[in-house]
């Protein structure tokens, strides 16, 4: 029984951590209809800045998460400015084609500069081991995981559903024409919006490197489990991706535990079975833009 | 179709091979080796070990050996056996080289035998440690290690140390299946017994349920083969989840613990008990130099990765002045078989009967190190001349 509960705490935490990863996926490809594969370079970039930050210059973890968001979303926002947006117009494949060949660059870059070994960050002692809860084996990580990114959601949220700012997004994505007639700057949205994703990217990529292992070849590792997460949860709102990211994280922890032979194709499993069930994704609308 | 491909392939080589006979007369003073190395990749720092090891070598014994001037050309492949393939190709044939070196792990090493059987070159295998490989190619001799041996006398220490109940997570490809069934045949025989088995993929994100499934199957200790590049994720995970709180040891053969990355795993690996060929920390003063030479020169630790590159280009230099300076491949290899040297590792051999090392194996358990305050491999117990037990029981 109480490793059934361990089980789901551990799944929770990893749908927490893919979802911190995968939104801003969600956000460029649902709301924005551009194929940003090079999503986890920026993950990967928040994640060694944190590690940067932390290891060599001996800052608080904590002081540094923040960081990593900001150093993230300022590389997000420049090359939005200088090379994204000159793609919006673009057929998919010169997008795929233009942030696969990012994402290699990034790769390239960062194995010459920092090595291709793989990096961790030095974790307080506060974070680390694993205390019980009426027998319930709780990883202080993890649970920092759970907190942290449940916030975040019902920040995001929140910030959709009730702000200025969100009405203009879901209006820019719905109707960007009308959208401009009425006076929203469409690009500027666009590349806010951007830039946060990007910024999600790289707190996710600072939080991961704990649990997933960061080298330089981050981006590609775990563009496929992003692509699930988009593709299951639809793209269309957050809370798709968000359902989408806890049922694979657990699935995943829990296909795992119970039948360790086939563990690995659990996932996959699950996203076949969903995509036949509905081809647009949990939440996707039905006609694709 | 295909064997049609297959044999032009041949004929070419052999064309080319016979011409190469011909045309080499300026190249009669020098000797090529052809090292074919991961240096990008996730294995990539296997690849720089070894070429680390190499330099270091020719910079202390000079670059000429039996009036023959050595030539090393490194070619990436990044583990791919595909790309394994090509860049030997292009060194037997347009590089003319004498040997083929290196192999990061073991689909490479087994890509490029054929080449080395049909070109007559040595194939010097400095890092991968499936068994099966040198019997792919009478031309293929190694200086690395097997599986087998670590993973036989850590399962034979296992059961004569008190370790009766042992779960298994071993990474799910030939050299961790090697592992797993090598341990597992050697402690079974020893009166223990294998509780859980658990075989984790190669590119594992998360070591969480895995571990979880060890921890409630509440075994005496756990035997892990990770390569080395995943060992600290390991590391860290099994003490996250309190296994060491919970009494569960780790045992294995030493990749999880590599010298590389030991000293960034933190105080949880302590304890650990691993049975391999090298530490960084053997007692000798051969090994001494060695380490204090490679921290000189290239600010890291030597591994076990460096150690097999150091021996391989030795074992290069030392054939060739058997055979003074004649790089027939077939005499070359003969050289080598049966010779016998003082490695910084401790004494090894070339076995004449199978062309694989033989070598101690030490049995080591991780401490803090007083002088310097690292982590180390610190051995204990040794069994001495180990042959690759994967091929002597057939």
């Known amino acids: 029984m109480t490793s059934i509960l361990t089980n789901l705490f551990d799944g929770v935490a990893y749908g927490m951590l893919l979802f911190v990863l995968a939104c801003g996926l969600a956000v460029t490809l649902g709301l924005m209809n551009f194929v940003n594969l090079a999503h986890g370079a920026f993950a990967m970039a928040g994640g060694y800045v944190c590690m940067l930050l932390v290891n060599q210059h001996g800052w608080p973890f904590f002081a540094a998460l923040p960081l990593a968001f900001v150093s993230s979303a300022l590389i997000g926002i420049v090359l939005e400015r200088t090379l994204y947006r000159h793609l919006y117009a673009r057929s998919h494949l010169d997008q795929v084609l233009f942030t696969i060949g990012l994402t290699f660059m990034s790769v390239a870059a960062v194995d010459y500069i920092q090595g291709s070994s793989r990096v961790f960050i030095n974790l307080p002692a506060a974070l680390q081991g694993q205390f019980d809860l009426f027998g319930v084996g709780i990883g202080r990580y993890r649970l920092m995981i759970i907190v942290i990114c449940g916030l975040l959601t019902i920040g995001l949220q929140m910030v959709l559903a009730k702000t200025r700012f969100g009405s203009r997004l879901r209006a820019a994505v719905d109707d960007p024409r009308a959208a401009s007639g009425l006076g929203i700057n469409v690009p500027q ?58 049922l694979l994280g657990i699935g995943d ?16 499993t699950m996203m076949i079975v969903i995509l036949i069930w509905r081809p647009n994704g949990l939440f996707g609308r039905t006609a694709a833009r | 179709m295909f064997e049609h491909k297959t044999f032009s392939r041949a004929a070419a080589i052999a064309a080319l091979a016979g011409l190469a006979g011909l045309a080499s007369a300026k190249a009669e003073d020098t000797v090529k080796v052809g090292l ?45 056996p595909d790309k394994t393939k090509t860049a030997a190709q292009e060194l037997i044939v347009n590089d003319k080289v004498n040997f083929i070196a290196g192999f990061g792990v073991t689909p490479a090493a087994l890509a490029a035998a054929p080449l080395a059987t049909q070109a007559k070159i040595p194939e010097i295998v400095m890092a991968a440690g499936t ?89 005496d200790a756990i035997f892990v083969f990770v390569p080395a590049g995943q060992g600290g994720n390991f590391m860290k995970q099994y003490a996250e989840r309190g296994l060491d709180k919970a009494g569960i040891k780790v045992i294995g053969p030493g990749d999880v613990t590599d010298d590389d990355l030991l000293n960034n795993m933190g105080d949880a690996v302590i304890g650990t008990v691993t049975a391999h060929l090298y530490s960084a920390a053997h007692p000798s003063q051969m090994n001494k130099d060695f380490v204090a030479a490679y921290k000189k020169d290239f600010n890291s630790r030597p591994g076990f990765m460096a150690v097999s590159g150091y021996d391989g280009i030795h074992l290069i230099y030392e054939a060739l002045k058997k055979t003074n300076g004649d790089t027939d491949g077939t005499k070359l290899v003969e050289a080598m078989k049966g010779m016998k040297w ?53």
């Not at chain 1, 649990?211 to 496929?224: A, E, N, S, T, W």
């Not at chain 2, 296992?158 to 341990?183: E, M, R």
């Open chain 2, 36 to 80: 074919i190395l991961p240096m990008t990749g996730g294995q990539a720092s296997t690849g720089k070990q070894i070429e680390n090891a190499i330099k270091l070598y020719m910079k202390q014994n000079g670059d000429t050996v039996a009036g023959k001037k050595v030539e090393i050309i490194v070619k990436d492949d990044a583990a791919i």
């Open chain 1, 189 to 246: 949205v666009f590349a806010f919006t951007f830039a946060f994703g990007c910024g999600l990217a790289g707190l996710g990529g600072a939080l991961s490197a704990e649990i997933l292992g960061l080298d330089p070849y981050f981006p590609l590792k775990f563009m496929i489990y992003f692509l699930i997460v988009v593709t299951v949860g639809g793209s269309s709102s957050i809370t798709g991706p968000f359902l989408a990211s806890l």
């Open chain 2, 131 to 219: 068994s099966i490989i040198t019997e792919r190619s009478p031309y293929i001799v190694r200086t690395s290690f097997t599986l087998a041996q670590s993973s036989t006398i850590i399962g034979d220490w296992a059961a004569q140390n008190g370790i009766k109940k042992v779960a298994t997570l071993t990474s799910d490809y030939a050299p961790g299946n090697d592992a797993l069934n090598f341990f597992k045949q050697n402690f079974t025989a020893g009166g223990g017994e294998v509780v859980e088995e658990v075989k984790v993929p190669l590119q594992n994100p998360d070591f969480a349920p895995f571990l979880q499934r060890m921890k409630d199957a509440k075994p």
């Open chain 1, 253 to 268: 922890v829990a296909g795992k535990y119970y039948v360790p032979k086939m563990g690995p194709f659990v996932i996959y």
């Open chain 2, 342 to 394: 003082e490695s910084p590792r401790g004494p090894i051999s070339i076995d004449p009967e199978t062309r694989d090392i033989i070598q101690n194996i030490y049995i080591r358990r991780v401490a803090r190190s007083k002088t310097d305050g690292e982590l180390y491999n610190i051995e204990f117990q040794v069994f001495e001349a180990v042959k690759d037990l994967g091929k002597t029981k057939k």
